[in-house]
């Protein structure tokens, strides 16, 4: 799924200033715990009232020794995910060669006429809008829990395959991606075939120089974008000039 935001959309997800904040909590390990916790005082209400009439008082004591230390995962979640959401900055460019005013910049560009959301599914809820990618003048971030923002400029690959070699010699689908280092910027196994292609058409026709096909072949010689992964890097600059 591919789309434009309208503004009150775009507001909603940079509420707190920064959507690459509002996405960057979609995970985290507090998340889990205050799940954990609300789930535990969910269990013991419904011990309570299901052992109320044989056990009276002691059901009552009994969902309270339960639900008083998941209270206690609730606020040890909260802090946690807190902590996690104020080291947005540091989380995305531990991942990427981007410096912090590179993220205040894809911020900007994302309030701005032309940006593009897209995701591998279909869902719009608050948990799915944190999970989707976007695309702005000079940025990408690609879908999905993990910090994965890259210039559009130093992306060489991006393309869905059906010919992924797995390490068991069998073949998988993928939507992938990588950049003028050599490293995989972006890899989902197994995505909806249809969703990825919208993904890869979107972000080549924002930089035709980025590289969209598997197989491809250039001056009489044939490439395997997947497979010879630094010789498409070579050709890539080679063609283009960057050192």
Request: charged share 25%; proline share 4%; aromatic share 10%.
């Amino acid at each position: 799924m591919i789309f434009e935001p309208d503004e009150r959309l775009k507001r909603k997800m940079s509420k707190n200033g920064s959507v690459l904040q509002y996405m960057y909590s979609v995970a985290g390990a507090g998340k889990g715990l205050i799940t954990m916790g609300i789930m535990l005082i969910f269990i013991a209400v419904l011990l309570a009232a299901a052992l109320f009439n044989t056990m009276g008082n002691k059901a009552v004591m009994l969902a309270a020794v339960i639900a008083v230390p998941s209270i206690s995962l609730i606020v040890l979640g909260t802090f946690m995910q807190k902590k996690r959401e104020a080291g947005w900055v540091s989380g995305y460019m531990s991942r990427s060669s981007l410096k912090e005013r590179d993220l205040h910049q894809a911020d900007e560009e994302f309030r701005q006429p032309g940006t593009l959301l897209f995701s591998l599914d279909k869902g719009k809820d608050d948990n799915s809008l944190k999970r989707m990618g976007f695309i702005t003048a000079n940025y990408v971030k690609f879908p999905g829990p993990k910090p994965c923002i890259f210039r559009l400029e130093d992306i060489v690959t991006c393309l869905y395959t059906k010919k992924m070699l797995c390490a068991d010699g069998g073949y998988d689908r993928a939507l992938l991606a990588y950049g003028l280092d050599g490293e995989y910027a972006y890899l989902y196994t197994s995505p909806p075939e249809k969703a990825s292609l919208e993904i890869v058409k979107a972000i080549g026709e924002r930089n035709p120089r980025i590289i969209t096909d598997h197989h491809f072949a250039y001056e009489g010689k044939e490439y395997d974008a997947v497979q010879d992964v630094n010789g498409v890097i070579a050709l890539h600059k080679r063609v283009y000039g960057k050192a």
